[in-house]
Every structure is written in structure tokens, then in C-alpha cells.
């Protein structure tokens, strides 16, 4: 294995690749919902022990790139995949968990080398972003070449949180994050029929997070509806959480997490199951 560091400021991505030098063409891209590398480089060391090149990537909150999910370039994906071609890898595919799972979706919706996504608990619209105005003229938590993906408006999102809390006699961070996701439209759902390569989507029903079934069933509609040509397919965990990855983070947050502590186990073994099997599939 051969680990070689890169840095936005001077590379124009933030990210670690480790090399698993067994002259397989294919890398598969890692990135987390956190800022940082420590979480999408546990990933990556797990997945070149399984014998696949990865690359470990950050894409917020580092030197020289944007402090929060607003604006945030998907040109830094586009050079990574340039620079992973300058390396001889032909088959790029990108892996995220959350936050990070939409992200790979969008990324790959604009970067025509990435074949293979895999996005677990994903969102399935672009949102507004957040950070203040002067941060960037653009508002959306995305943009490329300097333009505003369309996004689902904040509104009056606390309120209706609120609302929503009183309404159900209890308070879950779901709702949240749900009541945002229900403005959304057709116009600003992530444009997954752009995407160049298979896609994977992973759920739990008892996410109390975000509503990533609901999301990606709207997602694979919306993949139906364009004829999309590649491989798509929605595989759903009964027992799991929120946390599909094999690293959880802020477990202690989840009630299904402290309720169902083994069965949230076993889905993520699963899902990893599930991953390295399509991984090994990959053939574009």
C-alpha cells in the first residue's frame, strides 16, 4: 500500500489515496457528512484492505475551502478524478454515508468519469445553504462552475419544526430536516439521471435523521422517468438506523441506535456486505 497526501490550496482537492499497488484500475472515492479526513479515512483503509485503491477526500471546512455547507465547488471532484486518471485509474466511483451520501450523488452528477456511486442515507433534494451571504453570491449548499444548483428554500424552517413537535407530542431531529425535505419540487431534487455509471442507493426505515427512503424511492422515480441507461437499484434495512456505515458517528443520538443496538450492528455488516459485493461487480 502507498499512501500519498494531496492539499486544496495546492492540488485543488483536499484527500489521502491509498494505493493498494495491485494494478487494479479501479478507486473508489470516500467521503463522510463531517469535515475532515479522519472518518473517510477509516473507510479507506478498510476498503484497500479488501484490495481497492481509495481516496479519502474532505470537500468543506479545510485550508482554503468553503467553513460550511454552502457553495461548495464540485470542481474539486472533477480534479480529483483527473488526477486519479493521471494515476492510471479507469474506473472511478465515489462512496458516502449522510451528508456525504448526497454529496456523492451530486458530485457525480457533474463529473461524467465517476461510473459507480453508492450513497447511503442520502437527502434527495438540494437544499439552501448555509454560512452568510457575503460568504458567496451563490445560495444553494452546491455549485458548479459558479452556479447555483436550484435548492429547496429555509423558509420559516424552525417554526415549522416546532410545529411539527408540538403536533406529534415529542421532538426528533427528523423533523427537522423532514419538513424542510417536503418543500422540495421535481426543479431541485439532485439530477441523478446525469450521472454517467450505476448507482446504489442504502436506507434504513427507522432513519430519525433524515427522510432518505422516502428520497430515494422519489430518486429512482425520477431515474424511471428519464430512461436512465445505467444500473440503479434501492436496497432498504428494516432493522438498521440512520447510521448505515460500517464507522457510525453520534450514535448516543439515535433512540434506534440505544433501543436496537445489535440489530443496528448486524444491518451495518450488511450494507458493508452489500457494498463490497457491488463493488466486486463493477464493471463499467
Known sequence: MVKTEYKYLQNGFEGVLYDADNQDDRLIIVIQGLKGLELPEKYAKLFVEKGYSSLAMSYY??????????????????????????????????????????????????VPDISLVIAASSFGHVMQGTGKPQDDPCKAMVSYKGQD?????????????????????????????????????????IPVERIHGEILLLTSTHDESVPAKRDAELLIKRLERNGFE????????????????YFPVNNNMLPREKNFPKECQQAREETLQIILDTMAEWRV
Request: proline share 2%.
Open 61 to 110: 471546512g479545510g485550508e482554503g475551502q468553503k467553513k460550511d455547507m454552502r457553495a461548495i465547488p464540485l470542481e474539486q471532484f472533477e480534479i480529483a478524478c483527473n488526477e486519479m486518471k493521471k494515476r492510471g485509474y479507469q474506473r472511478i466511483g465515489i462512496y458516502g454515508n449522510s451528508k456525504g451520501a448526497g454529496m456523492a450523488l451530486l458530485a457525480a452528477s457533474v
Open 230 to 245: 445505467h444500473g440503479f437499484r434501492h436496497v432498504n434495512s428494516e432493522i438498521g438506523s440512520h447510521n448505515l456505515g
Open 149 to 189: 444548483f436550484p435548492y429547496v428554500k429555509k423558509g420559516k424552517l424552525f417554526s415549522d419544526f416546532l410545529k411539527r413537535c408540538i403536533r406529534e407530542r415529542q421532538v426528533r431531529l427528523l423533523y427537522f430536516f423532514d419538513e424542510w425535505d417536503k418543500k422540495g419540487t421535481e426543479e431541485n431534487e
